[in-house]
């Protein structure tokens, strides 16, 4: 969806996404950041910013600080803060 630039339905079902999965859920930091890139692509920068953090907080609680969806996080925070 998001691809398709289809941001709003791809936000909706990432947010019914994390709604639906069980705490410490192994997808819950990848949902959170794909969430962040929509954010960042309607211009939402505070929001993807939440998320990126998110993305990063589930990480590192889930002992997974060198995952690359941890490098992927802090280079996207990278951006939205270049952006802002």
């Keep these: 969806l998001e691809e398709m630039g289809q941001l709003e339905c791809a936000q909706k079902f990432f947010q019914r996404l994390l709604n639906q999965l069980p705490k410490g859920h192994e997808d819950l ?3 959170h950041h794909a969430l962040g ?3 960042q692509k309607q211009g939402q ?5 939440k998320s990126f953090r ?3 907080e589930l990480d590192a609680a889930n002992s997974k600080e060198n995952e690359p969806s ?3 996080s802090h280079h996207s925070l990278g951006i939205v803060h270049m952006k802002k």
């Design 29 to 31: 930091p990848r949902c």
């Design 37 to 39: 890139e929509i954010f």
């Design 45 to 49: 920068f505070e929001n993807s910013t």
């Design 54 to 56: 998110k993305s990063l």
């Design 70 to 72: 941890s490098a992927m």
